[in-house]
């Protein structure tokens, strides 16, 4: 993402931090192990995506009685991780 705005910077750095902790608790892997599974088709992208989205939206945050983030929130990190993964594939 080739961008030098400090907002969108700030944006795409939290959402590889959620995306980080989804594949931890949802696979118990990291990124370099999600990569090796999709590439051998263990894991498809489309689907782990879907699951990202369904992990957004219940998210609980710490210090907070909202659950789930808001679609534009949602939105960004999904694009993230999707470039994030066209990136690396």
Do not use: C, P, W
Not at 17 to 33: A, M, P, S, T, W
Request: overall charge negative; hydrophobic content about 35%.
């Amino acid at each position: 993402m080739a961008s030098h705005s400090l907002s969108t910077k700030n944006t795409y750095n939290s959402a590889l931090r959620r995306f980080i902790e989804f594949l931890h608790v949802q696979y118990d892997i990291d990124i370099e192990e999600l990569l090796q599974k999709i590439k051998i088709k263990q894991i498809d992208s489309i689907e782990s995506l879907d699951t990202f989205y369904s992990f957004l939206s219940e998210y609980k945050r710490e210090n907070s009685e909202k659950i789930g983030y808001n679609s534009h929130t949602i939105y960004d990190y999904i694009t993230v991780a999707k470039e994030f993964l066209n990136g690396e594939g």
